[in-house]
């Protein structure tokens, strides 16, 4: 069975940090991978998205994600963290099976520290 | 103004009423979808339709129902709700692979708590 799973339900990382989310999939046929966020009160919005045009995804916010096959994994990073990134960000893998549904990680709760 | 809207965005209600939950869209998108968060679940699926003739369930379709009214709404009911519905409650649509490989955009929620 397909799915997502990210590694860590909360991260902390200092001002400046570089942020680190994890993302790993399953999936037994090419995956369309995205990174949502949801900030505090919000519903989620798109980050990025993995279409198999390139293997390093730039995002909005200075966020980016790689895709790697051999690992099957697509995490997400950004050299450095600001305040404003505090949210909850979101893995999703779309299959192309029997009509494109999503699959939706449990979700990174991302602390920034003063 | 928002493109995907759910009304109301804050319910409190309590066990055995029927409650509905609506979501409208100025997409212009055929697909449209209900799911649920709760904490440390992530999102999960409750019905989807691909457009106003097809309608599915999801992963967690037990004790809800949907009915897609046109094109641009898509309501959720909870035909007798039960405490462990409180969750926060999130609409979405999508315009499928040629939109963009099915990035969805969503709606702000609506929290229900059941008592």
């Known amino acids: 069975a397909q799915s997502v799973t990210q590694l860590g339900s909360h991260v902390s990382v200092s001002e400046g940090a570089l942020v680190l989310l994890r993302c790993n999939y399953s999936?037994?046929?090419?995956?369309?991978l995205f990174w949502y966020v949801q900030y505090p009160n919000q519903g989620l919005q798109l980050l990025l998205k993995?279409?198999?045009?390139?293997?390093l995804v730039k995002g909005i916010n200075g966020f980016e994600a790689e895709f790697k096959k051999s690992e099957t994994s697509f995490h997400l990073t950004k050299p450095s963290a600001h305040m404003s990134d505090a949210a909850e960000y979101f893995c999703?893998?779309?299959?192309?099976?029997?009509?494109?549904?999503?699959?939706f990680g449990a979700g990174t709760r991302l602390f920034v520290k003063a | 103004d928002a493109d995907v809207t759910q009304t109301p965005r804050n319910r409190i209600t309590k066990t055995g009423k029927r409650i509905m939950l609506e979501c409208s869209q100025t997409?212009?998108?055929?697909?449209m979808y209900w799911y649920r968060q709760d904490p440390g679940l992530g999102l999960r699926l409750i019905y989807y339709?691909?457009?106003?003739?097809?309608?599915n369930k999801g992963e967690i379709s037990d004790g809800y129902s949907v009915s897609r009214q046109a094109q641009a709404k898509f309501s959720l009911s909870l035909e007798s709700a039960i405490p462990n519905q409180t969750a926060l409650y999130f609409c979405?649509?999508?315009?499928?692979?040629?939109?963009?490989?099915?990035?969805?955009?969503f709606g702000p929620g609506t929290r229900l708590t059941v008592l």
């Open positions: 979405a649509t999508s315009a499928g692979l040629a939109g963009g490989y099915n990035e969805q955009f």
């Open positions: 999936s037994s046929v090419p995956p369309y």
């Open positions: 993995y279409t198999s045009a390139a293997t």
């Open positions: 999703a893998v779309t299959l192309n099976t029997g009509g494109f549904k999503t699959i």
């Open positions: 997409k212009g998108h055929d697909r």
């Open positions: 339709s691909f457009d106003v003739k097809d309608i």
